[in-house]
């Protein structure tokens, strides 16, 4: 069974950074996408980047230019450095691995303060 921990949430300011780590256990093989998705309050969760095994990544629109996905396959750990932070990115985020399955961690929050 994969297991995914998530730690780097925290509160900034607007204009701050933040850098996020999702480290994968139980598995003993490279995961094919990982990726980190958000939930804020009253909405839907949704995409924030993904990138495969490869390296081939995706991002969603609110998030281009200023966040960039990356893996350390080795270690089977995605990271998500966030830059120039507003407010409107508070949310819940969650780290996702793909392989056959679908999994999820439990979420680490995220806070910018205006």
């Known amino acids: 069974q994969v297991q995914l921990l998530e730690s780097g949430g925290g509160l900034v300011q607007a204009g701050g950074s933040l850098r996020l780590s999702c480290a994968a256990s139980?598995?003993?093989?490279?995961?094919?996408?990982m990726g980190w998705y958000r939930q804020a309050p009253g909405k839907q969760r949704e995409l924030v980047a993904v990138i495969t095994s490869g390296g081939t990544t995706n991002y969603a629109e609110s998030a281009k230019g200023r966040f960039t996905i990356s893996r350390d396959n080795a270690k089977n750990t995605v990271y998500l450095q966030m830059n120039s932070l507003k407010p409107e990115d508070t949310a819940v985020y969650y780290c996702?691995?793909?392989?056959?399955?679908?999994?999820w961690g439990q979420g680490t929050q995220v806070t910018v303060s205006s």
């Open positions: 139980g598995s003993g093989f490279r995961l094919n996408v």
């Open positions: 996702n691995a793909q392989h056959g399955s679908n999994y």
